[in-house]
Nanobody, 115 residues
Framework: VQLQASGGGLVQSGGSLRLSCAASGFTLGYYDVGWFRQAPGKEREGVSYISLSGTTTLYADSVKGRFTVSRDNSKNMVSLQMNSLKPDDTAVYYC?????????WGQGTLVTVSS
């Protein structure tokens, strides 16, 4: 049972990346999913949230209007489309879900935005 985040990389300021969070060993579509990030020397912060049905989405103020979270439950996957990236978006991005009392974190994918 695990989550795996992928899609990070190096991009210039103003560019775009699409992160994916895939689940194995369980049906991700039964659970809400969050995206978090942790920049060097900073605490982990919430970036976005999507409900299990996909009807409710939330964003941190810092990414609102630039990031879009979506899910394809037929593929057991959640995506985070990141546009107009800024150097301040540089961080390791993690996806997260919770099944009962157990939290699952993806291993993280590094996003680096150059100025």
């Amino acid at each position: 049972v695990q989550l795996q985040a992928s899609g990070g990389g190096l991009v210039q300021s103003g560019g775009s990346l699409r992160l994916s969070c895939a689940a194995s060993g369980f049906t991700l579509g039964y659970y809400d999913v969050g995206w978090f990030r942790q920049a060097p020397g900073k605490e982990r912060e919430g970036v976005s949230y999507i409900s299990l049905s996909g009807t409710t989405t939330l964003y941190a103020d810092s990414v609102k209007g630039r990031f879009t979270v979506s899910r394809d439950n037929s593929k057991n996957m959640v995506s985070l489309q990141m546009n107009s990236l800024k150097p301040d978006d540089t961080a390791v991005y993690y996806c997260h879900t919770k099944r009962g009392l157990t939290s699952y974190w993806g291993q993280g994918t590094l996003v680096t935005v150059s100025s």
